[in-house]
């Protein structure tokens, strides 16, 4: 596993990041020549192509997001959509310490649900914010649907570099997150989105056949912290086409304290 620092936010191509990591890992010299899905439309290409010329190689990388549940993207943008009317809500909050929102993990409904479930807590706070003051905690449930919880950071619970004021959320993880996945028996909808992910590969992989192809999966959700031997597995029971040279994880998060980058493992 490679961590390479990346300042700034993800502005960086990702690309680059990782044909950073093959040089500096590898002894390669590869260059950028073309974002070749970019260049041409006619047909499938990978997003990528660099070039080492001393060794006379061609570097090909599609990278593609897998994701569990399925639908962890679009419910984790809902979180924050909802943290953000929140957000909006309570600005009235005095900024004299730091206060907790606790929501679920993955929220569903509509965007416009969402908004009004933060309005209604909101003013549940708004109306008990005596409570909150002497240093009670205030619960709630939002039509049956969506359980929060409101209250000051308990000085016990507050890590240490953190912020002293203002607000932050936390998301509960329920019984359907974090669960044990087998590796040798993926749930139908996985096991289906790893097959589109190669049928996709090896139509944008067909025409560099002498060229290193390499597919870099951004896992997110339950699959973000799988390590190694679980994903080998997975690879021993759904083997990946002859088009796919190497399968790496790539996934961007916090290395250290206000520096994000990212992080690299190869997989098969």
Same mark, same amino acid.
């Given at each position: 596993?490679?961590?390479?620092?990346?300042?700034?936010?993800?502005?960086?191509?990702?690309?680059?990041?990782?044909?950073?990591?093959?040089?500096?890992?590898?002894?390669?010299?590869?260059?950028?020549?073309?974002?070749?899905?970019?260049?041409?439309?006619?047909?499938?290409?990978?997003?990528?192509?660099?070039?080492?010329?001393?060794?006379?190689?061609?570097?090909?990388?599609?990278?593609?997001?897998?994701?569990?549940?399925?639908?962890?993207?679009? #419910?984790?943008? /809902?979180?924050?959509?909802?943290?953000? *009317?929140?957000?909006?809500?309570?600005?009235?909050? &005095?900024?004299? $310490? =730091?206060?907790?929102?606790?929501?679920?993990?993955?929220?569903?409904?509509?965007?416009?649900?969402?908004?009004?479930?933060?309005?209604?807590?909101?003013?549940?706070?708004?109306?008990?914010?005596?409570?909150?003051?002497?240093?009670?905690?205030?619960?709630?449930?939002?039509?049956?649907?969506?359980?929060?919880?409101?209250?000051?950071?308990?000085?016990?619970?507050?890590?240490?570099?953190?912020?002293?004021?203002?607000?932050?959320?936390?998301?509960?993880?329920?019984?359907?997150?974090?669960?044990?996945?087998?590796?040798?028996?993926?749930?139908?909808?996985?096991?289906?989105?790893?097959?589109?992910?190669?049928? #996709?590969?090896? /139509?944008?992989?067909?025409?560099?056949? *002498?060229?290193r192809r390499v597919l870099a999966l951004? &896992?997110?959700? $339950? =699959?973000?912290?799988?390590?190694?031997?679980?994903?080998?597995?997975?690879?021993?029971?759904?083997?990946?086409?002859?088009?796919?040279?190497?399968?790496?994880?790539?996934?961007?998060?916090?290395?250290?304290?206000?520096?994000?980058?990212?992080?690299?493992?190869?997989?098969?």
């Amino acid at each position: 596993m490679t961590c390479i620092p990346q300042s700034g936010g993800c502005e960086r191509p990702f690309t680059e990041a990782f044909v950073e990591h093959l040089n500096q890992t590898g002894g390669c010299r590869y260059v950028h020549r073309a974002c070749s899905d970019v260049a041409s439309r006619q047909v499938p290409q990978p997003e990528a192509l660099y070039e080492d010329s001393g060794r006379n190689m061609q570097l090909v990388i599609e990278r593609k997001s897998i994701s569990w549940p399925i639908d962890y993207p679009y #419910r984790h943008k /809902k979180s924050h959509i909802t943290a953000e *009317q929140f957000s909006k809500e309570l600005s009235w909050l &005095p900024s004299d $310490d =730091l206060y907790e929102v606790r929501l679920p993990m993955l929220l569903e409904g509509t965007e416009t649900e969402l908004q009004g479930f933060a309005l209604k807590a909101s003013r549940q706070i708004r109306s008990n914010w005596q409570r909150v003051a002497a240093g009670s905690a205030l619960r709630g449930n939002v039509d049956g649907r969506w359980p929060w919880a409101f209250g000051r950071v308990p000085d016990w619970e507050r890590e240490e570099n953190a912020p002293r004021k203002g607000l932050k959320f936390t998301f509960v993880g329920g019984s359907s997150l974090f669960n044990f996945i087998d590796p040798a028996n993926l749930p139908h909808e996985l096991s289906s989105a790893v097959q589109e992910i190669y049928s #996709r590969c090896v /139509k944008k992989f067909a025409s560099y056949s *002498q060229a290193r192809r390499v597919l870099a999966l951004d &896992p997110h959700g $339950d =699959l973000r912290h799988q390590g190694t031997e679980w994903w080998k597995e997975v690879f021993f029971v759904l083997q990946p086409p002859a088009e796919i040279d190497e399968i790496w994880s790539a996934t961007f998060d916090w290395l250290e304290e206000d520096l994000e980058g990212w992080t690299f493992e190869r997989l098969q």
